[in-house]
Structures are given as C-alpha cells and as structure tokens.
C-alpha cells in the first residue's frame, strides 16, 4: 500500500494548507516542503516491517533505521500504527530536530525520499528507485528548500498528520490496526477498524490513481499561487 499511503498524505497536506498558515507555512516553497511533507511521513508507519520496500529506500542506513523502529513496534502493524502512541512519539522527535538545521534538513530528506520512493513507478527514469539515487535526490531537495530560506517548525504537525493519515488508511483494510496503547505493547493482536477490503486490492488503484491526485491538484490549485497562476488558461 505504499503509493497509496503516499498519495493519501499528499492528498491531505495540499487540502490542509489553508489550515498551515497558521504554523508558519506561508511563502509557496514552504507549501511545497508542506505537501511533500505529508506524502513522505504518511509512508513512515511502514519502515517497522523488517525487509520492508521502505527499509530500502536508502539501503544500509533506512535498513539500520527499519530495523530499530521494528523492534520498539514489536511488530508490523504494532506501534507504529498505534493512532495515539505514534503520532504523539514522532512528533516528539520531529519537534526536537526541527530546532536544529541539519536534523530538520535530515527529517525533511526522510520525508522527500520516502514520497519518491513510494510514487517512483509512476516516475520517468530509474535514477529516483535505486538508493543512490534516491538518497541524492531527497537530500539535494532538502538541502535546496532550506537554503532557500523554508523553516521547518511545522515538521511535528506534518510528520503527526502524515502517520494519523496512514493509520486511518490501514484501518478500512481486512487487518486493521492495533487498539491504542494495550494489544501491540502485550504481544496480542486485537485490532480495530472498518474491514472493508484487504490491502492492496477493493478502491485501493481507484484511490491510488485517480481520487487522491484529484484531491491533490485541488488543493494546490485552491491555495497555491502560482498553481493557480499557471492552470488558470486551463480551469
């Protein structure tokens, strides 16, 4: 379900943007950073899975990283998709490496290689899907956004927002997601949501392809300038 929790978040930060000026996203850089944002961190729940396709996104060190966010998950679908624990955990970390330039730019590269790696099938070239190229890929974007002078304070809300839109996205499939805080700290598997379809298959290549570009393009249209400068001949 990769493509799709990434075109979920993107979906989700274009249509919160009238609602990120109020953390400090203002200038279009910043809504870019925002939306990209939202797409990268709704993909983030995933590295708990060992051997996951997220895990090797830049190979050794996201591999390291899958593994470490694994086994304080206990499992996948564990803490990391918890709706109150996870969230409230890397919104924490976020908001401690938000305060410094090279870990917000580190976050921020996470974010953009996680987005890219997630949409890459649906990119020309096979640059952005080895690790290499990914990893050169995300970190010249973020190093190019701060040096163009975006701020990160929004990081924590993003990177929250982006795992609340994943786990909301896991629950409307066959194996749900973990009560908060009890079943996946205990080792048992008692899990909610709406079940109504199993992962990968239903909507989902309906939602993937269609329904979340459209919210997408909708909201970039609706709060981004020069978006809406450019598609105007057309709408």
Known sequence: ???????????????TLGLATHVGVDAPLEQLAWVVGWGGFAYLPDLDQKGSTAGSMWG???????????????????????????????????????????????????AIGLALHAVAQLV?????????????????GA????????????????????????????????????????????????TVGLRLFDAGRGPEPLLQYLVFPALTLLGLVRHVGPVRELLAPLL
């Open 1 to 15: 379900m990769g493509p799709a929790h990434a075109a979920s978040g993107l979906a989700a930060g274009a249509l």
């Open 60 to 110: 050794p060190p996201t591999r390291l990283l899958s593994r470490a966010i694994g086994a304080l998950a206990v499992r996948h679908r564990g803490g990391t998709h918890d709706v109150i624990v996870a969230p409230l955990v890397f919104g924490i970390l976020a908001a401690v490496a938000a305060d410094h330039r090279w870990s917000a730019l580190v976050v921020l590269a996470l």
């Open 124 to 140: 020309p070239g096979n640059a952005e899907k080895t690790a290499l190229g990914n990893l050169l890929i995300s970190g010249l």
């Open 143 to 190: 190093w190019w956004l701060t040096a163009q002078g975006v701020v990160l304070p929004w990081l924590p809300v993003a990177v929250a927002g982006g795992i609340v839109v994943h786990i909301a996205g896991d629950a409307l499939t066959t194996d749900g997601v973990p009560l908060p805080f009890t079943t996946w700290l205990r080792g048992r598997k008692r």
